[in-house]
């Protein structure tokens, strides 16, 4: 295994981290191919797949495969979200569940890391261990476990448990879930497995564990959030946080702040992977990729979504606003349950106030203030220019790589690899081939514990 370098000399080059997103149903993927004007159409894009079907799934990890990705990533929520008492979309809800996707992967992909999310708040530690570590014994030292947790009771609704954890106690479940874990992924290591007793505020489990610890000592851990109790939390757990932030100074204080969280757990700066999600956008010049950005923000805002976006931070119904017009005249309602399944805004007022700034201050429209406000940070231009600034983010302790979300379904990421990658390589920041076989080669992390035994007849 040949861990990325962390050089002291910032002209040493840093190597960059790539995963890839498959996209949920929602407004973040164009699923039309109608003129930007409307937003609206029958015709879907002609790139665009199916959400549910294998292949699909299959083609956009084969892409990031043979484009010598870290890892395959899939989000995944427990409740489709509802707007007005309504299904608002799919999002990562309406399609097969994860782990059996990711299993599946394993058949048809060789180095390609395989990452799950699974929530720790609506979950157990002994079957949801035994159910990663298949994977990882499936796949060869693939698997990824990414660490969700939930105080949601619409969500809860579904699980007996309920919506009853707050922010405290569900960090507090879910470090305790990933503990016992691991406990069981290390509690087998020879012909026959440790006995395992686990108590905690939240578990009280009694092993033994069934399977041998797995080709790469036990799942790689991904969490996904940008809280203090999140950041907190990776730096004492997680091998890879995934998170979002607006620019290069946001990602290098974020960058510094849980880097620096990881001496007080006894972990080296180079044992968390900072990997933020990202959109790109190519053009083969820099006005041709400024136009295409322009269009796919308004294809995947269409004035419908506007006023839906808009009515989830004024809590209140907007269908008499034109989309087109200036923003609502009302105050926000901060208790409104208008949305459901969906994070809800600490602070709307503040949002409504940079809102109206924002709209005053450039004459913008209801609809072009939340193009201008939702999007995530986007790399825009030609490929060139594309592959410069995204080494310049890494090299600048912004960020330690970047998990794509492309905005077609499945063939997206196409463009990145075919175009952006081989430049990367030329840089000398991207690999040219895999030097392992696990995913935590991939990522430059240390091996856990090497296994000793895999189970084979005598």
Do not use: C
Request: glycine content about 8%; overall charge negative; aromatic content about 8%.
């Amino acid at each position: 295994m040949t861990a990325a370098p962390h050089p002291s000399d910032p002209s040493t080059p840093r190597q960059i981290h790539l995963a890839a997103h498959f996209p949920g149903v929602n407004n973040t993927t164009v699923w039309d191919d109608a003129p930007p004007a409307t937003g609206r159409g029958a015709a879907r894009h002609p790139s665009l797949g199916s959400q549910i079907r294998f292949d699909s799934f299959v083609h956009l990890a084969r892409t990031a495969e043979r484009g010598l990705f870290d890892f395959f990533f899939l989000a995944e929520g427990l409740r489709l979200r509802e707007h007005k008492g309504r299904i608002h979309d799919l999002d990562v809800v309406g399609r097969p569940e994860s782990l059996t996707v990711l299993t599946a992967l394993a058949a048809v992909t060789d180095r390609l890391g395989l990452a799950a999310t699974v929530n720790a708040t609506f979950n157990e530690p002994y079957e949801l261990a035994r159910r990663l570590s298949s994977l990882d014994h499936l796949s060869d030292g693939r698997a990824a476990w990414n660490v969700v947790t939930t105080s949601d009771a619409f969500t809860g609704e579904n699980f007996r448990r309920g919506g009853y954890l707050d922010r405290a106690d569900r960090y507090a479940r879910a470090a305790e879930f990933v503990a016992a874990a691991r406990e069981l992924w290390d509690s087998w290591s020879g012909p026959a497995p440790e006995p395992v007793r686990y108590r905690g505020a939240h578990f009280d489990l009694a092993g033994p564990f069934t399977l041998p610890r797995s080709p790469q000592g036990h799942p790689v851990i991904i969490q996904a959030g940008d809280s203090p109790e999140g950041r907190d939390f990776a730096a004492a757990t997680a091998d890879v946080i995934f998170t979002r932030h607006s620019g290069l100074a946001a990602g290098q204080a974020f960058y510094a702040d849980v880097k620096g969280r990881l001496a007080a757990h006894g972990r080296r700066p180079d044992d968390l992977k900072i990997m933020p999600g990202v959109t790109f956008v190519l053009g083969d010049t820099a006005a041709e990729a400024q136009e295409h950005a322009a269009e796919i923000r308004r294809r995947q805002i269409s004035p419908q979504n506007a006023l839906l976006a808009a009515e989830q931070i004024w809590g209140a119904d907007l269908s008499g606003y034109d989309p087109d017009g200036p923003l609502p005249d009302i105050d926000p309602d901060p208790h409104s349950e208008l949305a459901q399944g969906r994070v809800k805004i600490a602070d709307p007022a503040a949002v409504v106030a940079k809102w109206r700034a924002l709209s005053q201050a450039k004459g913008l429209s209801l609809r072009e203030t939340v193009i201008e406000t939702t999007g995530r940070q986007s790399f825009v231009g030609t490929p060139q220019a594309v592959a410069a600034e995204m080494d310049a983010f890494v090299r600048a302790r912004a960020a330690d790589g970047f998990i794509l979300v492309p905005h077609l379904t499945p063939n997206g990421l196409d463009p990145f690899v075919d175009r952006v990658v081989p430049l990367l390589q030329e840089r000398g920041v991207f690999r040219t081939e895999y030097t392992g076989s696990t995913l935590r080669s991939h990522l430059g992390l240390p091996e856990a514990v090497t296994p000793v035994w895999q189970g084979e007849a005598s």
